[in-house]
């Protein structure tokens, strides 16, 4: 009796079948297949009554012990194929690991190498007048058209009672530091503006009038009491659609709130552009 050659041809059928789907070169794989078939035949004592047909049709050798030979083909074959098939598998499932980029990450790479977005974009600094440097000037915080506080609406800034100075009526929404100092006031509602000069002097910048009662909703504020700024920085964005559109004037005023520290102050009146001379303040 011979041990039949079955396992051998089974092993390597189930090698080309998962070579075929799997992979390229497997062909040592078969090798695995037949020796798990072999070792069914030892086990089971399977043998051939003669030499002839293998495969399928060789339990027609074996037909005394046909469910023997039917495990030694299902080991034989499926150890091939499993052996194969997973090696196959686990080599494409490393190196497509390897090369694959998931697009959604690589989205979100290319968008953290993006420059990011930190919030409102500043605004170009105006040109300062370099008389401002001399510290006994206030620039105009807005491009528009200056004049003097007697000619504003609100009778309390006509009056002067809360200090000299100038106004603006603006044409742009962007209000900038009208000199060196510390922001001192920063009001919740947007509308005003304080701040102490490098140089001693009391400002109050009042943006529109009867504009508190807006709650902050056309303001966007660029700095908070306690930063020091420099003449032209920005300060603070004014939606003056929506100041108009609330009924309400976007009338800027400059105030110098300790006036009486000043021998005088005299404001300009005419077009103005942010960063312009303004107000003159001398001791």
């Given at each position: 009796m011979r041990r039949p050659s079955s396992a051998a041809n089974i092993a390597q059928g189930g090698a080309c079948l998962a070579v075929a789907l799997r992979t390229k070169s497997e062909r040592t794989k078969s090798l695995v297949g037949s020796a798990c078939g072999a070792l069914c035949c030892y086990v089971f004592n399977l043998a051939a009554s003669s030499t002839g047909v293998t495969g399928i049709f060789g339990i027609l050798l074996c037909i005394a012990q046909p469910v023997q030979y039917a495990i030694m083909f299902a080991v034989a074959f499926g150890v091939a194929f499993g052996v194969a098939f997973g090696v196959a598998f686990g080599v494409a499932f490393g190196i497509t690991?390897?090369?694959?980029?998931?697009?959604?990450?690589?989205?979100?790479?290319?968008?953290?190498?993006?420059?990011?977005?930190?919030?409102?974009?500043?605004?170009?600094?105006?040109?300062?007048?370099?008389?401002?440097?001399?510290?006994a000037t206030l620039v105009s915080p807005m491009t528009g058209t200056a004049l003097p506080l007697s000619q504003v609406s609100d009778p309390v800034f006509a009056s002067e009672s809360m200090g000299?100075?100038?106004?603006?009526?603006?044409?742009?929404?962007?209000?900038?530091?009208?000199?060196?100092?510390?922001?001192?006031?920063?009001?919740?509602?947007?509308?005003?503006?304080?701040?102490?000069?490098d140089a001693g002097c009391e400002v109050l910048l009042h943006i529109g009038i009867d504009t508190v009662e807006l709650k902050g909703a056309p303001f966007t504020a660029h700095?908070?009491?306690?930063?020091?700024?420099?003449?032209?920085?920005?300060?603070?964005?004014?939606?003056l659609d929506q100041i108009k559109a609330a009924g309400k004037a976007a009338t800027t005023m400059v105030i110098v709130t300790n006036s009486d520290d000043f021998k005088s102050i005299e404001g300009t009146s005419g077009k103005v552009v942010a960063g312009a001379s303004l107000v003159k303040l001398s001791k």
């Open positions: 690991s390897t090369i694959y980029k998931d697009e959604d990450k690589a989205k979100a790479a290319k968008k953290s190498d993006a420059p990011k977005d930190n919030g409102p974009k500043a605004m170009v600094a105006p040109q300062v007048d370099a008389s401002a440097a001399d510290a000299k100075g100038a106004a603006v009526e603006p044409t742009d929404g962007a209000i900038y530091a009208p000199c060196d100092g510390e922001v001192t006031l920063a009001a919740n509602t947007g509308h005003a503006l304080g701040m102490m000069s700095v908070s009491a306690g930063d020091h700024v420099k003449a032209g920085q920005l300060l603070m964005e004014a939606d």
